[in-house]
């Protein structure tokens, strides 16, 4: 029997929510709240790739944004922006199938390449993709007590730091308001600078808080009202997803990025949250990666794949990049921010 790929708007097709809330390879990063936010905030156009003729109900489905620029070319990503974004199919069949057609799409819309990023679980990918770029993916089973849970932390560099911010007395705000909102930029400005990166843009955080209502909160730390640390999470179903983090270095003695992370999974128990999914690592960043391990999270890794007519990134590609490092790093906060207005959009 010879199926035929389909392509759907997820944006507008009421299918593609009902596969979301339903199917258990689904994430935060299926949501349309997440591809709305991705499509108003940076232009990208979400398409789902099903195997599901137009009259039925989906049964699966490759969701990818067609990312245009005239910086960096046209490409198909799945998806932007995310860290692992995985096939929703039942089986190996359905994933060839989807992948033949997304590479034909990307011939005819003559992009540059496509990518695909499947969490860890994902056994081989067909299609003559070859490997991209590699992280390290953790996950904590948040099922045992909070008691196991806080006895399973590192203690000296876990236990130890929750019971200092203790004593500091730090405060704790959860939502999503102006005022925090703008208090978890500012220091997102702060943690970009230290890794010598520009921010991404305001408006990207308040289209995700606006586009993602009750699936989206920023966790906030302050000493003395002063904002030190904050982080950014997502849930879908049983699943919390810490996306980003940032603080303000001159009080990273207080705790403050592990007081919100406790208090994250405790608010995740007493909301039937088991999964907390700690998001990628660049393998060249030992200190987040150290961050995670210390928190009993299990480590894996992570391969993002790519069907590219050319070749990948080139040691002078690499050399650039380090030199731009080096000049965000000395760039005020205003042109700072300026060039992330203006970069991130071709990134994705």
């Not at 690592?281 to 009993?296: A, H, T």
């Not at 790519?306 to 380090?322: L, M």
Request: charged share 25%.
């Amino acid at each position: 029997m010879v199926m035929t790929v389909h392509t759907l708007d997820p944006l507008s097709d009421p299918r593609w929510p009902r596969l979301v809330s339903r199917h258990p390879l689904a994430s935060a990063f299926h949501s349309t709240g997440w591809l709305n936010a991705l499509h108003l905030a940076y232009g990208y156009e979400p398409v789902v790739f099903t195997t599901s003729p137009p009259e039925e109900e989906l049964r699966n489905g490759l969701v990818v944004c067609r990312v245009k620029s005239w910086l960096t070319g046209k490409r198909l990503v799945s998806l932007p922006f995310s860290d692992h974004c995985e096939p929703i199919v039942e089986g190996g069949d359905d994933l060839k199938l989807l992948l033949a057609g997304l590479v034909r799409a990307a011939e005819v819309w003559k992009c540059k390449y496509l990518e695909i990023r499947p969490q860890p679980s994902t056994s081989g990918i067909p299609g003559g993709m070859d490997k991209g770029d590699s992280y390290y993916f953790h996950k904590l089973d948040l099922r045992p007590s909070l008691e196991d849970l806080f006895q399973g932390f590192h203690k000296d560099c876990v236990q130890r730091k929750i019971r200092r911010a203790e004593r500091e007395n730090l405060t704790y705000q959860c939502g999503k308001s102006e005022d925090i909102l703008r208090a978890f930029y500012q220091m997102m400005i702060l943690t970009r600078r230290r890794h010598r990166l520009p921010p991404p843009p305001l408006a990207w955080y308040r289209t995700l808080v606006g586009c993602m209502g009750d699936a989206v909160n920023i966790h906030l730390a302050s000493k003395d009202g002063r904002p030190v640390a904050s982080i950014l999470t997502l849930h879908h179903r049983s699943t919390l997803f810490y996306k980003y983090g940032c603080s303000d270095k001159d009080f990273s003695k207080l705790g403050g990025m592990h007081f919100l992370f406790w208090k994250a999974i405790q608010d995740a128990k007493r909301r039937g949250i088991v999964e907390f999914d700690l998001g990628r690592s660049d393998l060249n960043n030992p200190g987040l990666v150290d961050f995670k391990d210390r928190w009993g999270a299990v480590r894996s890794d992570l391969v993002y794949w790519r069907y590219a007519k050319s070749g990948s990134k080139s040691a002078t590609a690499r050399g650039s990049n380090h030199i731009a490092r080096r000049i965000f790093e000395h760039l005020p906060d205003g042109p700072l921010v300026t060039l992330g207005n203006f970069l991130y959009r071709h990134l994705g």
